[in-house]
């Protein structure tokens, strides 16, 4: 019973946020959290960088995913040790990969994408743990198991991702076609449930001129679909039937950004279909392969409250801090905007 109270707990407490997001981050409102000084010209007024909502929506959703994985690592009885070595070795990789192939593909020194950092990432993670599994047997501890850990993995880029398209509600990048130009059967479905951005400074007024007008809401149905695959396969997961998890997580995130990208009106790349469409035909590709490969091993069902424990461990919060920190600054500075900031005193309160 406690397994499908955490589920039904977290899938209330993400509907809310979700439905919140839809409502409120597509306004000018939602775009910019703080311009911080940097320099003052002649005319005494300050020159600032702009920290983004986008960036802080990036930040809460990776470690929210990140801390979601190092629970699911501590139900399979995997060692906080061993749990964050993994993780901050497969996020050393994919971190940078994310703005690499988004330049590589789109031919963009100022932006990132998660398909890539994914597709680098589904990669490493297996070879990172067989390369961690080789040390273990020496230092008397146990193996990680391969396919629960894969399927914690993509659990875990599930609820990640799903977050992570809140914040591309916030920048406006990532958006659906015109609802005008769009198949008839479209515009039916999403007559009354349609994105309307504003705001000069968002991606898809200045790359599409397309503020003001109805867009698909594809960046919402997205997080909509990965939430809910996320629920689904992490009580799969909670009940001890990891591939199934790994197999749902996988086919239907990736078959997703398949489908997903016929709706979406932002640069992809050159060609007809995208580098990520076949990334992640690929990745699903690869789920039978790493399937086959791993050898099938019985283990007792994960427990729940181990994992809870090792997350709320001060190392794992002082961790989880440091890298909101770093993913803050990292996606949430502006590249593409400045600011002028300009202050003076309020006489009537001195």
Not at 14 to 42: N, T
Not at 219 to 247: D, E
Request: proline share 4%; glycine share 8%; net charge positive.
């Amino acid at each position: 019973m406690t397994d499908e109270l955490f589920v039904l707990s977290l899938g209330l407490l993400l509907a809310s946020l979700v439905h919140w997001a839809v409502k409120r981050l597509p306004d000018e409102r939602w775009q910019f959290l703080a311009s911080v000084p940097v320099m003052k010209d002649a005319s005494g007024h300050w020159h600032g960088s702009n920290f983004t909502y986008y960036g802080l929506l990036t930040a809460n959703a990776l470690v929210f995913g990140v801390a979601l994985l190092i629970v699911l690592f501590g139900a399979l009885r995997i060692s906080m040790g061993v749990a964050l070595s993994v993780i901050l070795t497969v996020l050393a990789v994919c971190l940078p990969a994310s703005k690499w192939i988004a330049r590589l593909v789109e031919g963009k020194r100022c932006t990132f994408t998660i398909a890539g950092a994914f597709f680098v990432g589904i990669f490493t993670a297996p070879a990172v743990i067989h390369g961690v599994n080789a040390f273990l047997p020496s230092l008397g501890a146990r193996p990680i198991p391969i396919m629960p850990a894969l399927a914690a993995v993509l659990i875990a880029y599930s609820f990640g991702e799903g977050l992570g398209r809140l914040a591309c509600i916030s920048f406006g990048c990532c958006y659906g076609a015109l609802l005008s130009e769009s198949h008839p059967l479209l515009q039916r479905l999403f007559n009354q449930w349609h994105f309307i951005f504003s705001g000069k400074m968002k991606k898809i007024s200045y790359a599409s001129a397309m503020d003001g007008k109805q867009v698909i809401p594809v960046q919402a149905v997205t997080a909509v679909i990965y939430l809910c695959t996320g629920l689904v396969s992490l009580l799969l997961f909670l009940y001890g039937k990891f591939t199934p998890a790994f197999v749902l997580a996988m086919a239907v995130t990736q078959g997703w950004r398949v489908l997903s990208e016929t709706l979406r009106a932002d640069y992809r790349g050159e060609g007809k279909s995208s580098a990520y469409q076949i990334m992640a035909l690929l990745a699903i590709l690869l789920a039978p392969v790493l399937g086959i490969l791993t050898r099938a091993e019985l283990l007792p069902k994960p427990e729940l409250l181990a994992g809870l424990e090792i997350v709320w461990h001060p190392v794992t919060v002082i961790l989880l801090q440091a890298l909101w920190v770093v993913i803050f600054v990292m996606f949430g500075k502006s590249m593409v905007t400045s600011s002028e900031i300009s202050f003076h005193l309020r006489a009537d309160r001195i």
